[in-house]
């Protein structure tokens, strides 16, 4: 546990979903923020030595580079201190200045703790905009539960500040004492923000003899002082914040800043690609015994897989977990970490991600289908090969494939050093078929848990054509302008689970506003009629939303011609900015989009002009669109193929000129003129 406060939490929290109950920790902080407590006396108070050092190192000019931020990190100071029988205690300080109103979401201290990271300390102090010093007293902190979606109960607390004074100009100081949980031997060290950090401090001190390895991700790295026999000492200074405010398809945050990690311990410590192998060895001893299943769960699983091929009976059993478990979180200690019994989690029929993965593989070593764990982040790029640690917030599982066996369905496919192959599959996602994998989860890395064979792996990226989405219509344009006929949409693939769950989840009424709302950005005025759908649950089959539509006034009069724009529907133009481009590019998944469009044009006009068609390829992406007049028919097809997930920034020109192509095509308009 990292006990930061306003920073992105739980560096070492693997499955406890971290950062969203932060997030709710610190939306409590600025409510309070916003009715800070006015009963503060004005007795003289001391500062610490440490926040008044800050201060007046708090830079007189900012650098032109920083000349836009919310606020300031003047200081970070973290020190870790390690006994003899691996317990480890936490000291953290921070010191921020508010520059805007903005700022204020970064000086909320907030300390998180549970029974296993017990909270010794925690101490704020502000200076206010007029130069007034304030010190919290312990009566007047908040203690709040920490939460998140689908969690059930978590014994994770948080005491949460409103300091006084925390206005731009004002200065707020916060220290943490905590021990940290026995069953971790890593610490890691976030020493990059949103916002710019002045000076960031981070020590370790361990008992006389022992060993640590650090790991550097997204910083070049820097050697320790040691400023004492085995306390080492790292310093850095004027790092840039990473604000993606307003930034278009940015990577998540977590994928950007640097952090560094210790690994530390009595014995020796691997290095390299070995110390996944340490973390991955370390999950399996933790997690296996949970998977070890009796008679009665061991026939429950046969009775559920049948009989059949490989495929036959693991997808019988995917099914099961995917429909027959549900997923909510029981955390306590450790618990966010080590799985329930599978027997438990089959008998109660429900589980957090560990607890599903793990009945999971339990069902399929009873039919004879291998399987283990695989620890992920529903964040791409948030975990980095190079840079081994406990990093993850999500548990999901790789299925050894027979050797020589072949199915068309299994797309996200790996091959583990050893040879194996392993389909990698999320059990905790209800509309993603075994075979396919999440379009958030493709292209980032994972960690095998698989004893000594235990490694980091690179998740797989499927094809785009393995995710398609179809829009077809049939409609009828009148004289007067009015636009009627039926529109299907089609989509089949990793990354139709979030079309299945709206219309799984939603009521008839909500997936209509939906739908309207979706439609006004085509139509200025309209009316949804007839709106059916098939195969919301079917996920071997494309789902399919079918509606009828009126649109009046939809073609535009122009003297004798009416304008009438051939895509009707949908559209695929994002609003990019032309602000130079810093950090890479990232898409949601990869996929093919196609629209097939028929439209009648009225008796007595004719097809006088139509867009051009266009053909563009940039290498990571494919457009073409063109238009025919046919008869008394308009007939617009296009196809877009997004090919890459991730782009250098060097790339964002051709990306806004594609997608300034798509914007005017999507525009456009044919003419029809009377006969």
Not at 102 to 109: F, H, I, S, T
Not at 451 to 469: C, K, N
Not at 649 to 668: C, H
Request: aromatic fraction near 8%; charged fraction near 25%; hydrophobic fraction near 40%.
């Amino acid at each position: 546990m990292n006990g930061r406060g306003p920073k992105a939490f739980a560096s070492n929290w693997f499955f406890h979903g971290g950062d969203s109950r932060v997030r709710a920790a610190l939306g409590v902080a600025a409510f309070l923020l916003g009715t800070a407590a006015a009963g503060h006396a004005a007795a003289p108070v001391q500062l610490p030595d440490w926040m008044t050092q800050a201060m007046s190192q708090a830079p007189a000019t900012l650098p032109v580079n920083w000349k836009d931020a919310k606020a300031l990190y003047l200081l970070e100071d973290t020190l870790i201190t390690v006994d003899t029988d691996g317990h480890a205690l936490q000291r953290y300080r921070a010191v921020v200045k508010i520059l805007r109103q903005q700022g204020r979401d970064d000086a909320q201290p907030a300390a998180i703790f549970s029974s296993d990271a017990k909270l010794k300390s925690f101490h704020v102090w502000s200076v206010g905009p007029d130069g007034h010093p304030y010190a919290m007293k312990d009566s007047e902190y908040t203690e709040v539960g920490v939460g998140g979606d689908s969690v059930l109960y978590a014994d994770d607390r948080a005491r949460v500040a409103s300091p006084p004074g925390a206005d731009p100009g004002g200065i707020v100081a916060w220290e943490i004492d905590e021990q940290l949980p026995a069953y971790f031997r890593e610490a890691t060290w976030s020493f990059q923000n949103e916002v710019p950090t002045v000076r960031s401090v981070y020590e370790i001190d361990l008992p006389a003899g022992w060993h640590d390895e650090a790991v550097w991700s997204r910083h070049a790295p820097v050697n320790p002082v040691e400023a004492a026999p085995d306390h080492f000492r790292w310093d850095l200074t004027n790092l840039d914040g990473i604000d993606l405010t307003d930034v278009p398809l940015a990577p998540a945050w977590p994928a950007l800043a640097g952090h560094m990690t210790v690994h530390y311990g009595a014995d020796p410590l691997p290095q390299g690609d070995a110390l996944w192998t340490r973390i991955g060895n370390w999950y399996t001893s933790l997690a296996a015994p949970r998977s070890e299943g009796g008679s009665d769960l061991a026939a429950a699983a046969r009775s559920v897989a049948g009989d059949g091929d490989f495929m036959a009976r693991l997808s019988r059993v995917a099914d099961f977990m995917q429909q027959q478990i549900r997923y909510v979180a029981i955390e306590i200690g450790i618990g966010g970490w080590q799985p329930h019994s599978a027997e438990d989690v089959f008998r109660s029929r429900y589980g957090d991600c560990k607890d599903k993965a793990t009945l999971m593989i339990a069902m399929l070593d009873a039919v004879g289908i291998r399987a283990t764990w695989v620890s992920v982040d529903h964040r791409r790029g948030r975990i980095d090969p190079k840079a081994p640690s406990l990093f993850g917030d999500h548990m999901i599982t790789a299925i050894e494939i027979p050797p020589g066996y072949e199915n068309p369905r299994l797309k996200a496919v790996v091959t583990a050093r050893n040879g194996r192959r392993y389909l990698i599959f999320d059990p905790t996602n209800a509309y993603v078929p075994v075979g396919d994998l999440p379009e958030n989860e493709q292209g980032g890395y994972g960690v095998l848990a698989a004893g000594e064979d235990s490694q980091v792996i690179q998740l797989p990226v499927l094809s785009p054509d393995a995710d398609m989405t179809e829009r077809t219509a049939k409609l009828e344009l009148d004289a007067n302008g009015t636009l009627k006929g039926n529109v299907t949409l089609t989509h089949e693939g990793a990354s139709s689970w979030r079309l299945r769950e709206s219309l799984a989840m939603e009521s008839a009424k909500e997936q209509r506003e939906a739908m309207e709302q979706s439609l006004q950005r085509d139509f200025s005025a309209f009316t949804l009629d007839q709106e059916t759908t098939a195969n919301v649950r079917q996920l071997d089959k494309p789902v399919t939303v079918e509606y009828q539509v009126t649109a009046p006034s939809y073609a535009k009069s122009a003297g004798g011609l009416l304008l009438v724009r051939p895509r009707v529907v949908g559209d695929l133009a994002r609003g990019l900015t032309d602000k130079p481009r810093t950090v890479p590019i990232s898409f949601d998944g990869l996929g093919v989009w196609r629209d097939d469009f028929d439209v009648t044009i009225p008796a007595g006009y004719t097809v006088d002009d139509v867009p051009d068609p266009v053909k563009l390829d940039v290498g990571f992406a494919t457009y073409t669109s063109e238009v025919k007049a046919e008869g008394d028919v308009l007939h617009y097809q296009s196809e877009y193929v997004l090919k890459k997930l991730r782009l250098d920034p060097g790339e964002y020109g051709e990306l806004r000129k594609l997608e300034a192509a798509i914007a005017t095509d999507e525009n456009s308009a044919a003419v029809l003129k009377k006969k």
